[in-house]
């Protein structure tokens, strides 16, 4: 056992070859999607919104679409109030406030990696990546859960308790929902594949111990 962990330690001090820099160079680029793109898109489709309103979801904003000087997002609100449903307002998402100091925290560590990183720390990027994504995911879900599941008993249209999909299509009330991912959760995800590929190819060089 002490020479398995004698061995993973040295395999950790590994320093990353000149490829896998430039692939950490990549990941950063990927990486900048995020403060430039939406992370997630809805579209909420009915008979009298043929073209669909849409709602993009930033890691530090909402937005609804723009069609014919219409704001899709003060729409969306207006339609939630008949339901009950509390209206989708900026102040109420604080992962807005910390989610880009997150994102750019990565961006800086990769950074780092590049100059100075070994096996070691690019296992943690891998890690930490994982648990951002993975977070924020749950984090989205139980939004959509909270803001379902809180509807005001005194609303003028009385609709079942729901939650709205958070990938694929559902059927809430007269409309058809559409959610998934967009170019900055693309982003993101092509990121950490990158990672993983800088991994693999300074692995690749690594001669197994005697």
Do not use: C
């Not at 896998?20 to 999607?33: E, G, H, K, N, T």
């Not at 489709?45 to 849409?54: H, I, S, V």
């Not at 989708?88 to 994102?103: M, R």
Request: proline content about 6%.
């Amino acid at each position: 056992m002490e020479r398995i962990l004698q061995k993973w330690e040295k395999f950790q001090d590994t320093p990353l070859n000149l490829k896998s820099r430039i692939a950490l160079l990549i990941s950063v680029l990927f990486l900048l999607a995020v403060f430039f793109f939406p992370l997630w898109k809805m579209q909420f489709f009915a008979t009298f919104y043929p073209d669909g309103l849409k709602l993009y979801i930033y890691s530090y904003k909402l937005e609804g679409g723009k069609t014919a000087g219409r704001d899709d997002l003060r729409e969306i609100n207006t339609l939630n109030h008949y339901i009950g449903m509390k209206p989708l307002s900026q102040s109420d998402f604080p992962e807005f406030t910390y989610l880009p100091f997150v994102f750019g925290a990565l961006g800086l560590l990769v950074l780092r990696a590049i100059v100075l990183g070994k096996v070691s720390t690019l296992i943690d990027l891998i890690v930490m990546y994982t648990y951002v994504g993975i977070f924020s995911i749950l984090d989205f879900y139980n939004k959509l859960y909270t803001y379902g599941h809180n509807l005001a008993p005194d609303a003028p249209i009385k609709v079942q308790p729901f939650t709205p999909p958070l990938f694929g299509k559902k059927l809430i009330a007269q409309f058809t929902v559409y959610s998934y991912p967009s170019l900055g959760s693309l982003g993101l995800l092509l990121s950490l594949i990158v990672l993983v590929i800088a991994l693999f190819l300074t692995l690749r060089e690594v001669k197994p111990s005697e």
